[in-house]
């Protein structure tokens, strides 16, 4: 048969169901975001099925239908649906069955209540899918754990070259070493001693954020010219070398703390970067054809900017490890008077810039979909520290095949090219101080 066949059974009373493809309500955690959203999900109410593509802890949209409700009948106070539908999703949204794996995760969840809305209670599983009338040896997974009620990936950390974590048996890898980090810092976790009561504790925390923003208009190409229009369209290219965050182990006794560095190096394909799916359906997506060589030349880098955590944070590089070449260095920079981004006592962390030569910028080099990124993070561990990252926020051009050689600058820089250094684009913690995000 060309479908797969689903069977759904809950509490008839209550609204219930199941997203594939993720034991979570993110389908890929990049550190502290999810770019790309929540997994596509069944859901059932009263006689209604709905397909949505679910946002991160948030109900998503509602996609065109493409089951088929077989049976929906209530026995006893319990619901249970026979749904059909075909392997292939019929969009990118759309959670498309592979009959050659063994196993799917899924998350699943159940209403307050008969209408759609939050749920009261939810938790990962995996389905195991065995072949019919075939002798199949059942045995365990392997080891597993929750922290706080929440499933723990131990299959987080990516084996070499893409990381250097399984091979350092850093204890941010498995549920049975881990010793803290984002795991324990979910939405309502309050992190106090045994003996601290709760303050304010039907008081939500307010606060207000300003946000600047400078713009310049856009101006397009003249027709039938061959001069460029003045910007380009930039996309998100995130990279986390670690596992959305990683330990930091304190060096050894006697080892003076200029010589105390932690080193962290991963390796990725520009190809596994970018996403092929249509700019506006998602902030991770980099458009149509893009993963496609055939139709892409690579990709231009024009801002990059690596995350990692001050005041520990020593440096991070990135190179074309197919040429040896250095893309870019940063280093944090220590405030050193009372001038304007150069207080004593802060740090900022600049990025790298490309862009046109005329406006005292690096042109970027074109990385094909094939070149391997190489990312080298220095941390001073002269104390250790749990939850700290390694990943670079970066944006760049999609350059087609057709690509005509660089001459316009693609995003011109908000601040005077001779300020590019000396000034920072994110305001950092106070020295000794942990920032948050």
């Known amino acids: 048969t060309d479908a797969v066949q689903i069977k759904m059974t809950a509490p008839a009373d209550k609204w219930f169901g199941v997203g594939f493809g993720s034991d979570s309500m993110c389908i890929h955690m990049q550190a502290d975001q999810c770019a790309t959203g929540g997994p596509y999900a069944i859901i059932v109410s009263g006689d209604t099925v709905t397909e949505r593509k679910l946002d991160y802890h948030g109900p998503g949209s509602v996609l065109t239908a493409s089951l088929t409700v077989e049976s929906n009948e209530v026995r006893d106070g319990i619901r249970t649906v026979h749904l059909s539908r075909s392997f292939k999703g019929k969009s990118d949204k759309h959670y498309t069955f592979d009959p050659a794996v063994s196993s799917v995760k899924v998350v699943m969840a159940k209403g ?120 380009q369209n930039l996309i998100r290219l995130g990279w986390a070398t670690d596992a959305g965050e990683y330990d930091i182990i304190q060096c050894h006794d006697g080892v003076p703390p200029s010589q105390c560095v932690q080193v962290l190096t991963s390796r990725s394909k520009v190809k596994d970067i970018v996403h092929d799916c249509k700019i506006h359906d998602a902030s991770y997506c980099t458009g149509k054809g893009s993963a496609n060589e055939t139709k892409t030349a690579g990709v231009k880098l024009i801002y990059a900017g690596p995350h990692c955590h001050a005041p520990t944070c020593l440096s991070m590089d990135l190179y074309n490890a197919d040429t040896g070449r250095l893309l870019c260095h940063v280093e944090p920079i220590h405030g050193q008077s009372h001038k304007v981004y150069d207080e004593q006592g802060f740090i900022q962390i600049p990025p790298c810039l490309w862009g046109d030569a005329a406006e ?57 090219p001779q300020e590019v250094t000396s000034r920072p684009l994110l305001r950092h913690a106070s020295v000794g101080e942990r920032e948050s995000h």
Not at 187 to 208: C, K
């Open 112 to 231: 307050c209540k008969l209408e759609f809305s939050q749920h009261c209670g939810h938790g990962p599983n995996t389905l195991n899918l065995l072949p019919v009338d075939v002798p199949t040896e059942i045995c365990q997974a392997g080891i597993e754990g929750t922290i706080g009620g929440n499933k723990f990936d131990n299959n987080r950390c990516p084996a070499f070259p893409a990381s250097d974590l399984l091979d350092q048996n850093n204890p941010t890898c498995h549920v049975q070493t881990y010793m803290g980090g984002l795991n324990c810092c979910r939405h309502g976790v309050l992190l106090l001693d045994q003996d601290q009561e709760t303050p304010w504790q039907d008081q939500p925390l307010e606060y207000r954020l300003k946000f600047r923003f400078y713009f310049e208009e856009y101006k397009p190409a003249p027709p039938n010219s061959s001069e460029s229009p003045s910007h």
């Open 360 to 416: 005292g910028l690096v042109e970027p080099e074109l990385l094909s979909l094939d070149t391997t990124l190489l990312s080298i993070k220095r941390n001073n561990n002269t104390l250790s520290h749990t939850g700290d990252m390694a990943l670079w926020q970066m944006r760049g051009i999609v350059v087609p095949n057709t690509e005509t050689p660089y001459t316009q600058s693609a995003s011109r820089p908000f601040v005077e």
